[in-house]
């Protein structure tokens, strides 16, 4: 994840609240679905904090987040060793012991975006049991519920520009790489922690990376494994751009291929985390993402996450009202969609070219106040509405 690891490194933060229902926690009340994402910085009780279902932090702001009522989760990383600050094992045990990995030139491999940090022996069961070990007494001792696992990577390749010497090939890191998150995995779902990574199934050169089912393969490995999958770049580009992507086989577009990986996560009882890059105050992009959420959600754990790209608070009435449980499945309309809920209704259209028109059949509210019957979405654009008081 280079964006979550640069606001590790850098210092910048990240906070959302997504639509839920406001349930009874073990330690409080939240709004089911909700997460909130705040790394390198000090954790503050800004809009939603202390209502976040889920609140993911570093580990400077562990024992804070343990004591708010959300499900509390720790950010750690199997496949980076960073030279400064640990992600489950230090750096220097991690050299003592001859787990970190060279190409086959024989060089440490590093990390291409943040040279600080170093590959780690991800195959290698003595460092996934001090990881283990290392990141368990972490939670202990601080009392969170579980861990971040950033870097969930298909194949190495693309983070550190070559395979590396002990695992050649692609398949072989995958299968290292599988092997790390089964044993954590196991091990701490078995000690009663929470489990959600990033995951990407990306490959250079394979076409399914760009429609989504590389990711959705990667996924179903390691859905046996983990509480919670998360999508970077969710319902968008990951070149930068954060271009929405829309219907279509375009690398661009390919919308309905990505939006697949929900279900695939909520498979078996887990839960799909997406997240969504976008400008401070750009509530197209907040709408599109988390409708997309919306569409397919199970209305139980998981959430969906906007980060302002240039800082700034990501909260925004546009996007953070409640509809309550979905009533049922989404249904096709038009080039559109429309699913319902208790409180209101979703409406994506994920046309690249085409506007659609929606009839609602019943009177609703958008975020400005304004009361709708019907309406009409220009292209990738969405919209959340609730149900108007009679």
Do not use: C
């Not at 809009?47 to 570093?58: K, Q, T």
């Not at 695992?167 to 000690?191: D, I, M």
């Amino acid at each position: 994840m280079a964006r979550v690891l640069a606001a590790l490194a850098v210092g910048t933060a990240a906070a959302l609240v997504v639509v839920g229902t406001v349930t009874a926690g073990s330690r409080g009340r939240t709004v089911a679905g909700t997460g909130l994402l705040r790394t390198g910085v000090t954790l503050s009780r800004g809009p939603g904090e202390s209502r976040a279902a889920l609140l993911i932090v570093s580990r400077a702001d562990a024992s804070r987040a343990a004591r708010e009522p959300g499900r509390s989760l720790v950010y750690f990383s199997g496949t980076d060793v960073n030279a400064r600050w640990s992600t489950g094992v230090p750096y220097a045990q991690a050299r003592r012991h001859g787990w970190l990995l060279r190409s086959a030139s024989g060089g440490l491999l590093v990390n291409r975006s943040y040279p600080s940090d170093y590959v780690a022996d991800v195959g290698s069961p003595q460092y996934q049991q001090s990881w283990i070990s290392n990141v368990s007494r972490f939670l202990r001792a601080h009392r969170d519920d579980g861990v971040f696992i950033d870097d969930v990577l298909a194949d190495l390749k693309p983070l550190a520009g070559v395979e590396a010497a002990a695992y050649p090939t692609q398949q072989a890191w995958a299968a290292a790489q599988l092997s790390f998150v089964r044993a954590v995995g196991t091990a701490l779902r078995a000690r009663g922690y929470y489990v959600l990574v990033n995951a990407s199934g990306y490959v250079p050169g394979n076409l399914a990376s760009d429609t989504g089912a590389a990711t959705a393969s990667w996924w179903r490995r390691l859905n046996p494994y983990v509480s919670g999958l998360m999508q970077e770049y969710y319902g968008e580009t990951s070149d930068g751009s954060n271009r929405l992507r829309s219907d279509g086989a375009g690398w661009a577009q390919n919308w309905n291929g990505w939006q697949r990986l929900v279900g695939i996560a909520q498979a078996n009882g887990r839960d799909f985390v997406g997240l969504t890059y976008g400008q401070p105050g750009d509530t197209r992009t907040m709408q599109y993402g988390k409708a997309s959420f919306l569409l397919d959600w199970d209305g139980r754990g998981g959430a969906f996450v906007y980060e302002p790209t240039g800082g700034g608070n990501p909260w925004n009435a546009a996007w953070t009202q409640s509809l309550g449980r979905p009533t049922g499945r989404k249904r096709a309309v038009g080039s559109g969609w429309l699913r319902r809920y208790r409180g209101g209704v979703v409406l994506l259209n994920p046309s690249p070219a085409s506007s659609q028109s929606f009839v609602l059949h019943g009177r609703y509210v958008a975020a400005d106040g304004s009361v709708a019957e019907t309406v009409t979405l220009p292209p990738t654009t969405g919209l959340i509405l609730r149900t108007a008081k009679r």
